[in-house]
């Protein structure tokens, strides 16, 4: 099998999968409800998983 890539043709670690399948839920949910605040929660919590995931692979941000 071979390994996912991300839009810029990066081949993706498992963990990096398992956060990006989180923000896809998480901005479905967000875009699916009109609580404000749960929104706000919902976008603090994907800005946290996306520095997490870079946070994993920190030599892709320079380029």
């Given amino acids: 099998m071979a390994a996912a890539c991300n839009e ?3 081949v993706m670690c498992e963990k990096c999968d398992d956060i990006d399948a989180k923000i896809i839920r998480y901005k479905r949910v967000a ?3 009109n609580d404000k605040m749960l929104q706000d929660g919902l976008a603090d919590l994907i800005e946290k998983m996306m520095a997490e995931k870079a ?3 920190p030599e892709r941000e320079k380029e």
């Fill in 55 to 57: 946070s994993f692979h």
């Fill in 31 to 33: 875009s699916q409800i």
């Fill in 8 to 10: 810029a043709g990066h």
